[in-house]
């Protein structure tokens, strides 16, 4: 399995992000929507897996 460099992926995002800025301005909207929407989701995702790890180390305890 080969690592993935995400801080590629996010320079070409903001590279995006830049120029529809400038040239696109109906897309940038959209493209804002979106990043939103998927922070949006990566807090719910992050809170749940909080609260499920949380929970196992409150009710499985070491013998």
């Keep these: 399995m080969t690592k993935v460099k995400y801080s590629l992926f996010f320079l070409i995002y903001l590279a995006l992000l830049y120029l529809t800025s400038i040239y696109f301005p109906a897309i940038y909207k ?8 998927c922070l949006f989701i990566f807090s719910i995702m992050f809170l749940y897996n909080l ?7 409150f009710t499985h305890k070491k013998k």
């Design 30 to 37: 959209v493209l804002m929507y979106l990043h939103f929407l």
């Design 51 to 57: 609260i499920v790890i949380l929970k196992y180390i």
